[in-house]
């Protein structure tokens, strides 16, 4: 074991230490030459670990995307903090199953000393409940199985005993910029994705106060917080108050913009958010942790219990808080601790810094883009810059051009019917150096690529 565990910290720290030399995404013959390696058959015979271990690193680091290097800003990814890094290494070796008290007390401590830390980061009510997840996904989706608990609850109907067959309607109602992956847990709690009413956004992707209809209980509005292309935010204070005296539960989708409320310099954009009902984060995404790791927080926390308590003769409740009464899962990794080891490598002022940091390069990002005479998109309120260079078949010339180029990684979007390059900045790992270099091959791109006109020229 020892030999092993070292030979992998030398693979791991030599991987991270060539970063800058690997081209963010992988080339086309790695991912290949990967892909025929592993078709082959089940092995008869065991393979000695340290020849396993090589062939994952030899194989497979070459193929790797370098997301966990500064000049990454596809999706909206966050690299992975050292502290969590070393946390997530030690956390494999201890091989907890955190579902319970009884399962690992040690991983029940973590995730409530992580939980009370995540709540008193985002400045979200002390009492809330919550539980750690794959992603916002299923952080998405565990707080709206609360929210239909509850609902229904209220109404006189057990969902959970019952089913949704003969119950209640609920309302359900989200802006038109959504994520994809409200549909989706919306689907899967049998609140169907078609059923839902969608109120008109304005020109960030934000919900036009408006376009909200009189809600009629049961209800849930769904707002959000960092559309996932522009970075804005719904008008929470205004439409949470409201939302909640006609009766409705108040979901906020805040994967990456709810870390907003850890920096003071976003309290404007971010206020009012406190007073809903739930809130999904990603840790993986703005804080930095490893993959992966959503957070569900619940006001109340009778209502997660509510939808996620489970009975059994062999799993009876400690007493005290145990996961599996409060996620979607019962089998669990240890996510809760490396979150735990980020804030505490972090602190309240290196988190702060963190997300001031990254906007502040979104900020130049889009003015070297506008230096050059290009369309900036969206406002710039956090970390997202949408760019476009012309038409859209421009646009998509000059992200395969940058991404060729292998300097930098940015995904391709489209933004109110147009092409757009989408560049996200949410890793602790993004340094002065790395912006600079980054603008400097779009720059280049944006040059090298003619401009379709009349005369053919440009
Ligand atoms: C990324 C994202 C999600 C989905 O998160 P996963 O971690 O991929 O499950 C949901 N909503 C928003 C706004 C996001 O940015």
Redesign the pocket.
């Known amino acids: 074991m020892r030999e092993l565990l070292l030979a992998a910290a030398e693979r791991s720290l030599r991987y991270l230490e060539g970063l800058d030399a690997h081209p963010v995404f992988p080339k086309g013959e790695a991912v290949a030459r990967l892909r025929a390696a592993l078709d082959a058959p089940l092995p008869e015979e065991p393979r000695p670990a340290a020849e396993v271990l090589a062939a994952v690193d030899d194989l497979g680091s070459p193929a790797t995307v370098a997301s966990a290097g500064g000049r990454y800003f596809g999706?909206?990814t966050g690299g992975a903090l050292p502290a969590s890094v070393a946390a997530h290494w030690l956390a494999t070796a201890w091989d907890q199953n955190a579902f319970s008290q009884v399962s690992s007390p040690a991983l029940a401590c973590f995730e409530e000393a992580a939980l009370r830390l995540v709540l008193q980061a985002l400045d979200l009510p002390a009492g809330a409940a919550g539980s750690f997840v794959?992603?916002?996904?299923?952080?998405?989706f565990t707080c709206l199985a609360a929210a239909r608990h509850k609902l229904l609850a209220r109404a006189g109907w057990d969902v959970e005993a019952r089913g949704l067959f003969g119950a209640p309607e609920i309302q359900v109602v989200v802006g038109e910029a959504a994520?994809?992956?409200?549909y989706k847990a919306l689907a899967l709690l049998g609140l169907g994705r078609e059923r839902v009413l969608r109120v008109p956004a304005d020109d960030q992707g934000r919900l036009r106060p408006e376009g909200l209809p009189e809600l009629q209980a049961p209800a849930i509005l769904c707002l959000?917080?960092?559309?996932?292309n522009s970075g804005a935010f719904d008008p929470a204070e205004l439409l949470i108050p409201r939302a909640q005296a006609q009766g409705a539960w108040v979901h906020v989708?805040?994967?990456?913009?709810l870390w907003a409320r850890a920096a003071p310099a976003y309290a404007e954009l971010t206020r009012g958010l406190e007073l809903a009902d739930s809130w999904?984060a990603?840790a993986?995404?703005w804080l930095n942790v490893p993959y992966?790791c959503?957070l569900a927080l619940v006001r109340d926390p009778a209502a997660l219990r509510g939808a996620f308590a489970v009975g059994g003769a062999y799993l009876q409740p400690s007493g005290g808080r145990d996961a599996i009464e409060l996620t979607p899962e019962n089998s669990r990794r240890a996510r809760a601790l490396d979150v735990w080891a980020a804030l505490q490598s972090l602190g309240r002022a290196g988190l702060a810094e963190l997300i001031e940091r990254n906007c502040a390069q979104a900020r130049r990002f889009a003015e070297g883009l506008r230096g050059a005479g290009l369309e900036v998109l969206n406002d710039v309120v956090l970390n997202q810059v949408l760019v476009a260079f012309g038409d859209d078949e421009r646009t998509a010339k000059i992200q395969s051009a940058i991404q060729e180029a292998g300097t930098c990684w940015c995904s391709g979007t489209r933004w109110r019917g147009r092409a757009a390059l989408r560049i996200s900045v949410s890793s602790w790992a993004t340094g002065t150096e790395d912006v600079e270099d980054s603008l400097d091959s779009i720059l280049a791109a944006h040059r090298e690529t003619p401009v379709k006109d009349a005369s053919g020229g440009g």
């Open positions: 999706f909206v794959t992603g916002a996904t299923l952080a998405n994520h994809a992956s409200v959000q917080a960092g559309e996932v989708d805040g994967a990456f913009g999904a990603d993986h995404k992966d959503g």
